[in-house]
Nanobody
């Protein structure tokens, strides 16, 4: 069993910051990539940021310069530092991981439960 556990969401005022974390656990041999998607009210789910096993990153244009994705390989955890937040960042944020499972069970994508980020005065 593989599980992704998210934390760090909440309510913040415009201009503020939040840091999301997502820890993977379970029958994991290795992780190819981890990242974050979000879905705002009335919008499609979109990729926010991702980081590969080689350290390559990519970001949505709307968050470049404000958000930073990082990882801790030993903890199998990915982070999203969100600065200069604005109301348009309000969404449910979902962690994902591209995982090679233990015992030759193959490669599979997993999703976290989602965490609410609300940016409002």
């Amino acid at each position: 069993q593989v599980q992704l556990v998210e934390s760090g969401g909440g309510l913040v005022q415009p201009g503020g910051s939040l840091r999301l974390s997502c820890a993977a656990s379970g029958a994991i041999f290795s992780i190819n990539a981890m990242g974050w998607y979000r879905q705002g009210p009335g919008k499609q789910r979109e990729l926010v940021a991702a980081i590969t096993s080689g350290g390559s990153t990519n970001y949505a244009d709307s968050v470049k310069g404000r958000f930073t994705i990082s990882r801790d390989n030993a903890k199998m955890t990915v982070y999203l530092q969100m600065n200069s937040l604005n109301p348009e960042d309000t969404a449910v944020y979902y962690c994902y991981a591209d995982i090679n499972r233990s015992n030759s069970l193959g490669r599979m994508d997993y999703w976290g439960q989602g965490t609410q980020v609300t940016v409002s005065s």
